[in-house]
């Protein structure tokens, strides 16, 4: 069983940055990450993505350019690294890992998930 804790979240206004960490109990060597954000009275909804090896990260189209994920394999973290944030990026943003070279955009896909971190940006 594979254990992922978020961190980062917080209160921001508009304009601000974050970054959101993912720390995990495995190796992230041996899995593909990503990132879903939920806010109230909406569905799950697709962030970002890495491969195991780090390549092709995938970004939502609402976060392409504003948004970067990346990994530190020697300390098991995923980063979610999060600028020029919304209004609408208001959500409850969760990490969430898959034993595959391949990430994915469909959170079914994934095996092991975090509790999730609150970020909540004030407009």
């Known amino acids: 069983q594979v254990q992922l804790v978020e961190s980062g979240g917080g209160l921001v206004q508009a304009g601000d940055s974050l970054r959101l960490s993912c720390a995990t109990s495995?190796?992230?060597?041996?899995?593909?990450m990503g990132w879903f954000r939920q806010a109230p009275g909406k569905e799950r909804e697709f962030v970002a993505s890495i491969r195991r090896d780090g390549g092709s990260p995938s970004y939502a189209d609402s976060v392409k350019g504003r948004f970067t994920i990346s990994r530190d394999d020697a300390k098991q973290t995923v980063y979610l690294q999060m600028n020029s944030l919304k209004f609408e990026d208001t959500a409850v943003y969760s990490c969430?890992?898959?034993?595959?070279?391949?990430?994915?955009?469909?959170?079914?896909?994934?095996?092991?998930w975090g509790q999730g971190t609150q970020v909540t940006v004030s407009a």
């Open positions: 495995a190796r992230t060597s041996t899995l593909a």
């Open positions: 969430a890992a898959r034993p595959s070279l391949w990430a994915s955009t469909n959170p079914n896909d994934y095996y092991y």
